[in-house]
Each structure stands twice: as structure tokens, then as C-alpha cells.
């Protein structure tokens, strides 16, 4: 039996790590062993030493590139890439912009392959020019998977509305900005800013490098080359659109009987309002929360072309989610102006009191809704993608495949 390795470590929420055992069941489905290796628990180098001694490792996955940088020895004493090495492939899952910690979107090896969740992720990846190694983007599919049978709907349509989400506040990024940067530069930033909150009602492109570019071009500037200036725009616009959206998303609905659970929300004051606020969270008990639930509210992290976790993850507990009108739902799913709102205060509110308004035929709505996206897509879906593309690597950077001519040179030994 061959092992998958998962690496992780300590994230807000334990979503990292939950997420990754939610892989288990797939991967053992297709007879490989998994193992969970968290490096903020004391026993992780003795667990990756076993598993690299051992027999039959297939590939090991990490958030974010974590651990593709791992150093090793080979029997010469020469020190490589860990992974190069031992010649395992390593997948990198990535669900953010590569404007955040970009050295974590940078391919270690060939044996490494980068997979991103959202394409406008990776079509941001492609325009600052990857070199020569794999990437692609992981198959939407509904996880966290509960049986129908299992599910108390009636109690769901007497449940409150979640919003599971971690807060920021935005006027606390623009006065870091203000303290922190020239003012020419300051200046141009808020006034970038505010042009894009200004359209987030109606903005189904979300292209934040592209209008990055053409503010700088628009003042007489090309930087499309200059890299360290293009991304830290485009990562300061993504992180304050972020916290405009979800500040504006909480405070509409403040007002309502619903349940608002995570951190950072100190901002916002709800006291002397009909929302319940409960500060924290905690990834594995909110399952029972969802499935509790009338549904969630949920927003796409600037991206419109693939489906949030939450609102996967909602499917996958046949529940209602309630989010930004979206280009995926809009192409993907029949109905999908029932359970979308746009970034604007009285759409979310008009929304929000429908559903609390009617909570039987949303409830009913939830379970069409998460029929229809199971009916699509597959969580084993997922496990195949992976294997594939660790066998892609494998053929890729290994030696000439057995009986095949001789005239097939293989590797290329260089490439011009």
C-alpha cells in the first residue's frame, strides 16, 4: 500500500489541518494509506522521518507550499530539495492570490506542482511568468459530506442563519497606509481603493491586477515588470476589498436574528442589536452548526469563476448558502438568483429577511440547490486530480519510461 502525506500546521479556525483530514476517507477510497504530519505538534520530524524511510510513498501535499522547501542530503553529501531527492512529488494547494507571500507560489523543484482553487489565482500566476513546472487548478466538489438520511430538516427551517466569518477592519489598513507610505503612493492607493469599493456592487470581472495596472498607466507609469510594486498594490486592494465586503455583509445583517461567529469583528459594535455575535470558532464544531442551520452567508474572496469552500461545504451538509452573485453559480447552477445577493447593504438585507421571512422553501431550496451541485461534481474527484498530477510529475522528471525506441531521448537534455 502506497501513503499520501499531508502536511500542515496551526491556522485560524484549525481549517487548515480539518480540511486535510476531511481528505482521508477519499484517498484511503482509492487504496493509498493517508498520514497527517502537523508540524506545530513535537512528534512531526519523528512522523516525516518514518514516512520517508518507509515503502510506497506516493506524494505529500501541503497548504500553501508548506514544506516544499525541505533540504535534504543525498548519499554524496550533496544537499537538495528534499523532495527532488527522494524523487516524490510535492503539491502545493494554494487558495490565495499569489500577491500574498509570493515565495510560497514559486516551485521549489520540478518535482513540485502548484494547484490552485480559484483560476484567477492562477491566471495571475501565469502573467508573472512561472518557469517550467506544473500547475493547475482543483476540481470544485462538495465536501464535509453528511447522508441526507442523517439530516433533520424541519429542525433546520426552525435554525438561525450563520455568518461563520473572520472580520477586518478597513479604515485600519487605510491608516496603516497612510502612517507607513510615502504619500505620492498613498494617495494613488486610496484613491484605488476607493474606485473599486465604489463598484463592488456590480463588479463580476474582480481582475484586481489588471486595474492595478491601468491606475499606474493612467498617471503615466508602466509597471508591469516592476513586480514588488504590482503585487503590493494588488495585495493591499484584495485584503481591504475583503474587509469592506465582509464589514458591510455584518453590519446589514445586524439587524436580524442570525448568528455571527469568528474573529476580528471588533469594529463593528453589536451591542443593542437583534444579531448574535459569538467571537472565535472552531472548524470542526461548526459542522454540527451548519447542519443545524436555516444556512449560511458566505462571500467569495474576490473571485468569481469557482465556488468558496463554505459555500462546497454548505452542499456537502445540504445546506442553504447564501452568497455574492458569482460567475460560477450564474453558468453552473439553475436558480442562482434565489440564493445570491450583490455587495450592497439593501440587497443583502432585502435577501436575508426573504429567507427568514420563508425559511421552509429556502430550506427546500438548499437541498435543490446541493443536489444539483453533488450531481456535478465528486469529492473523489479530488483524490484522482491529486494522484494524477503526482503522476504527471513522476513521468515528467524521471527517466526514459521501459520499452520505449531507443531513438525517444528522454529526458530532454536541455531545453533553448
Not at 505620492?184 to 474582480?206: H, K, Y
Request: charged fraction near 25%; glycine fraction near 8%.
Amino acid at each position: 500500500m502506497t501513503t499520501v502525506v499531508y502536511l500542515t500546521g496551526d491556522s485560524m479556525n484549525d481549517a487548515l489541518a480539518a480540511a486535510g483530514r476531511a481528505h482521508r476517507i477519499l484517498f484511503e477510497g482509492l487504496g493509498h494509506e493517508f498520514l497527517e504530519i502537523n508540524f506545530a505538534r513535537p512528534d512531526a520530524q519523528a512522523l516525516l522521518g518514518r514516512a520517508i524511510a518507509g515503502p510506497g510513498l506516493e506524494f505529500v501535499y501541503a497548504p500553501m507550499g508548506m514544506g516544499g522547501g525541505f533540504r535534504g542530503k543525498s548519499a554524496d553529501g550533496t544537499e537538495n530539495n528534499l523532495w527532488e531527492g527522494l524523487r516524490v512529488p510535492f503539491i502545493s494547494l494554494v487558495g490565495d492570490s499569489p500577491a500574498y507571500f509570493f515565495e510560497r507560489h514559486v516551485a521549489t523543484s520540478p518535482w513540485h506542482a502548484t494547484l490552485y482553487y480559484y483560476p484567477e489565482h492562477l491566471e495571475l500566476r501565469k502573467r508573472l511568468e512561472p518557469k517550467g513546472y506544473l500547475y493547475g487548478l482543483v476540481p470544485p466538489m462538495p465536501f464535509d459530506m453528511a447522508d441526507r438520511r442523517d439530516v433533520d430538516f424541519g429542525r433546520k427551517a426552525q435554525g438561525k442563519l450563520l455568518f461563520l466569518k473572520n472580520g477586518n477592519d478597513p479604515e485600519k489598513l487605510v491608516a496603516a497606509w497612510r502612517n507607513g507610505m510615502p504619500a505620492d503612493t498613498f494617495l494613488l492607493l486610496a484613491e484605488a481603493a476607493s474606485q473599486l469599493a465604489g463598484r463592488i456592487a456590480d463588479d463580476l470581472d474582480c481582475d484586481i491586477d489588471r486595474f492595478v495596472r491601468d491606475a499606474f498607466e493612467s498617471h503615466g507609469w508602466d509597471i508591469g515588470e516592476f513586480r514588488n510594486l504590482r503585487l503590493f498594490f494588488i495585495a493591499q486592494l484584495d485584503d481591504y476589498l475583503r474587509r469592506v465586503k465582509s464589514t458591510l455583509i455584518a453590519d446589514a445583517i445586524a439587524d436580524f436574528p442570525v448568528h455571527i461567529q469568528g474573529f476580528n469583528w471588533d469594529h463593528l459594535d453589536f451591542s443593542g442589536r437583534r444579531a448574535t455575535y459569538v467571537k472565535g470558532g472552531d472548524y470542526t464544531q461548526s459542522r454540527q452548526q451548519i447542519i443545524e442551520s436555516l444556512g449560511v452567508i458566505d462571500m467569495s474572496p474576490n473571485t468569481q469563476k469557482a465556488p468558496h469552500d463554505r459555500a462546497m461545504r454548505a452542499y456537502g451538509l445540504w445546506t442553504l448558502c447564501i452568497t455574492n452573485r458569482q460567475r460560477y453559480f450564474d453558468e453552473n447552477l439553475a436558480g442562482a438568483a434565489e440564493f445570491s445577493y450583490r455587495f450592497d447593504k439593501q440587497s443583502v438585507q432585502a435577501k436575508v429577511a426573504d429567507v427568514l421571512a420563508q425559511p421552509k422553501r429556502y430550506v427546500e431550496l438548499g437541498q435543490q440547490v446541493a443536489a444539483q451541485f453533488r450531481e456535478q461534481r465528486r469529492p473523489e474527484a479530488f483524490a484522482e486530480f491529486m494522484v494524477a498530477t503526482a503522476n504527471h510529475v513522476r513521468l515528467a522528471c524521471g527517466p526514459r519510461p521501459a520499452e520505449f525506441p531507443e531513438f525517444f531521448v528522454w529526458p530532454p537534455p536541455r531545453f533553448v
